[in-house]
């Protein structure tokens, strides 16, 4: 028996096969038009997994604010309410150094969420760098313990120089999961290449001060001590000193003890010639 030689395709079978194959990518890129990828709203799908809802969310880091070497920091934030019944959400706004702004509340329907690219200046019509507390609250203003919250923060930027963008992703915390009497942050860069900034949250009702301690390889300064006072009900982002080094270790100690539920704190390094970032928050090493 002959082999099978397969006839030549005519004209309309080659253009459909063409099409057959430029049309998925080409659905993806008009998926990816920013008229087209901007939902405020939205409901939550039955299959969608939970990790830990919570009543009370801080994001430590956020804002709408002019940054360095052509940078402008946006906070793309969404916050889903998990439970079946409509859920009233408090925006506290604690601008760095500043006093708390009044809480903005929002009703968040059943099983849905809200989202914005810049959420702060967009939503909260705030500026400037801060932190933002999320808090479930019932008809009172209370904290409605029953209240199941989730959020998650893009921090982003223009790229200088080009129509892109730079990002990294800005951990949340349940304020139930905080628990500090040393805070470590680790996988910070320090040298000519990156900045490295440190940020402290006091949740507390009075002010406190922290000691910010910068351990490097640099044996003419091994350890760097900073003393930095917080605000209550605030936060406050400071600059580690420029001291190169490829082993940066940064420890945040209360200059004198508090409650460990109450302040938070974290490490940001910025590309010194892109705006390129990423961060991490401080953990209870031991």
């Known amino acids: 028996m002959p082999p099978y ?27 990816s038009l920013p008229a087209l990828a901007q939902p405020h709203t939205f409901a939550i799908q039955p299959e969608s997994a939970l990790r830990h809802p919570s009543p009370q969310i801080l994001l430590a880091g956020s804002g709408s604010v002019q940054g360095a070497d052509g940078t402008f920091f946006h906070s793309d934030i969404t916050v889903l309410n998990y439970r079946n019944a409509n859920q009233r959400v408090a925006f506290t706004w604690m601008q760095n150094n500043q006093p708390p702004a009044a809480p903005m509340v929002v009703t968040i329907n059943a099983a849905s969420g809200i989202i ?19 808090t479930g609250v019932d008809a009172n203003g209370a904290l409605d313990p029953s209240a199941q919250l989730y959020a998650t923060e893009r921090v982003w930027t223009p790229q200088p120089g080009s129509t892109g963008t730079m990002s990294q992703s800005f951990p949340a915390i349940a304020t139930s999961d905080i628990n500090l009497t040393t805070g470590t942050i680790l996988g910070q860069r320090q040298d ?27 044996p003419n300064n091994p350890q760097v001590q900073s003393l930095v006072t917080v605000p209550p009900m605030s936060m406050t982002q400071v600059p580690l000193p420029q001291i190169a080094t490829a082993t940066l270790q940064i420890a945040v100690q209360p200059l004198v003890a508090i409650n460990p539920a109450l302040w938070m704190a974290y490490g940001s390094s910025v590309d010194n010639v892109t705006g390129d970032s990423w961060s991490s928050l401080a953990f209870q090493a031991r």
């Open 192 to 218: 000519t290449r990156y900045r490295t900034n440190v940020g402290i949250v006091n949740l507390d009702t009075v002010q406190r001060q922290f000691n910010v301690i910068q351990t490097t390889d640099d």
């Open 5 to 31: 030689v397969p006839r030549r395709a005519t004209g309309l079978q080659s253009y459909l096969r063409i099409m057959q194959k430029l049309l998925p990518p080409l659905l993806l890129l008009l998926c």
């Open 116 to 134: 914005s690219e810049d959420f702060v200046g967009t939503i909260l019509q705030q500026s400037g760098l801060g932190a933002l507390l999320i």
